[in-house]
């Protein structure tokens, strides 16, 4: 069944709901995503759906207020960055629950520039999925603000440092991903990130301790150096 770029929220949804499948939530719960509210679409059948529908903000509203898990997924992948409002923002990251939900939404809300409000924000809230959200934002903003400079990128290793010792696992993760991620954006954000690294990696706090290594190990690794153009 093709959708239309006029689909409403309610025909989109339960175009989802035909396309779900038990086994798919099965694999999803496997990879520690919450199926509590999922259908079992996958990723790539999400996004040819996106395609079809195209942007609507409005919809994109409608589709996250479900709490359906594909329906906000979809929500993400349909909302305007442009248009996204803070308090909107705000709301969203409040609601999510799994990791894919709020990694999803990190791109959405850095393509919004809404990272320099939110990502403190965020990583001072106490919910593990909304503080995740914080550090996934980090991450993303290494990766796909090119034109930003690296003095404001690296601006955000306190805010990492400081975070390393909560020993939640989809915080820690995204700690660590939030530091790799800056250390491999550039050679001058490079050497910084690895300080940092090998600091956590030589203190007292396990899960500080485990991030450290394992940014170390990857931002130490011959391929990274080698394609930051850093000699041994």
């Not at 999510?96 to 809404?114: P, Q």
Request: glycine content about 6%; charged content about 25%.
């Amino acid at each position: 069944m093709m959708l239309a770029p006029t689909s409403s929220a309610e025909e989109i949804i339960a175009h989802l709901r035909a396309a779900g499948s038990a086994e798919n939530i099965a694999g999803m719960a496997a990879f520690g995503i919450e199926t509590g509210a999922a259908l079992g679409v996958s990723s790539a059948a999400l996004r040819h759906v996106a395609r079809q529908v195209k942007k609507d903000h409005g919809r994109a509203g409608a589709l996250w207020r479900s709490g359906v898990r594909e329906a906000r997924i979809l929500a993400v992948y349909t909302a305007d960055p442009r248009v996204m409002a803070l308090p909107e923002a705000r709301r969203w990251a409040a609601d999510c629950n799994s990791w894919e939900v709020v990694d999803t939404l990190a791109d959405l809300l850095v393509a919004a520039r809404l990272e320099q409000v939110l990502i403190p924000e965020c990583a001072a809230d106490e919910r593990e999925f909304v503080r995740r959200l914080a550090f996934a934002m980090i991450a993303t903003a290494a990766v796909h603000l090119k034109k930003e400079p690296d003095a404001a990128i690296l601006a955000w290793l306190p805010l990492v440092e400081s975070h390393a010792s909560d020993g939640r696992n989809f915080v820690k993760k995204a700690v660590n991903w939030a530091l790799r991620q800056i250390g491999k954006r550039s050679a001058d954000c490079h050497g910084p990130a690895l300080a940092i690294a090998e600091k956590l990696a030589a203190g007292e706090d396990r899960t500080a301790r485990w991030i450290g290594n394992d940014a170390v190990r990857e931002l130490t690794s011959e391929k990274v150096r080698n394609r930051l153009g850093l000699s041994r």
